[in-house]
């Protein structure tokens, strides 16, 4: 499936993004959806998920309490909202998909088999 990330962008630390990801077709509400990060010169990171049922949910922990991962399964979307950013939050946010994977935690790249483009998120100290 063909993914679209937006959202990204310049932020001050403390400020808040909320990063889309879309996927054409009616199949989409059969997609576990995740969110990963890369920073320059690192390994791209797992950093949030959401199954395909919406019933499980996963955020790394240098996120916890500060993002959120949902989904709107009528318009094709699952939304990572990113608050309370930090510098260390800067890098290339890529959406990936899978199907019908109900698990989320432990996930790596190679359980993913569809990727959007990535988004840059810069926060600014």
């Known amino acids: 499936v063909q993914l679209q990330a937006y959202g990204g962008g310049l932020v001050q630390a403390g400020g808040s993004l909320r990063l889309s990801c879309t996927a054409p077709?009616?199949?989409?509400?059969?997609?576990?959806m995740g969110w990963f990060r890369q920073a320059a010169g690192n390994e791209r990171e797992y950093v949030a998920a959401?199954?395909?049922?919406?019933?499980?949910?996963y955020l790394t922990d240098s996120v916890k309490g500060r993002f959120t991962i949902s989904r709107d399964n009528a318009k094709n979307v699952v939304y990572l909202q990113m608050n309370f950013l930090k510098p260390d939050d800067t890098a290339v946010y890529y959406c990936?998909?899978?199907?019908?994977?109900?698990?989320?935690?432990?996930?790596?790249?190679?359980?993913?088999?569809?990727w959007g483009q990535g988004t840059l998120v810069t926060v600014s100290s």
């Open positions: 990936a998909a899978v199907r019908f994977r109900t698990l989320v935690r432990g996930l790596d790249v190679h359980d993913f088999d569809s």
């Open positions: 077709g009616d199949i989409f509400s059969s997609y576990t």
């Open positions: 959401i199954s395909w049922t919406s019933v499980n949910t």
